[in-house]
């Protein structure tokens, strides 16, 4: 598989995930930080990284992951990716991108 090639609505990313800003309806309401903190797992980031990254302390993010992984009712990271991908979170290599909306030129 080549090298991630995506980018977001509003600017590049090097890490190839285009998220969906949650306009996709989802049976869960997630915050703006979830959302945020998906897009960074899918990144397949750490909770350090991500702790780093966002500069928020790691049991922050670790109390984040958890309450996603509830709300979504995934068990793990990649079932969280997968639920993502399903419901337009998230596209990774141009997999389930058409879910998610272009920017207006």
Sequence with gaps: MG???LSTFTTNREDGIKMAGGESQTPVSLSDRELQIIDLVATGLTNQLIAEKLEISKRTVDNHISNILTKTQTENRVALVRWALHWGKVC???VNCCSIPHPQD
């Design 92 to 94: 990774l290599n141009d």
């Design 3 to 5: 090298a991630w090639q």
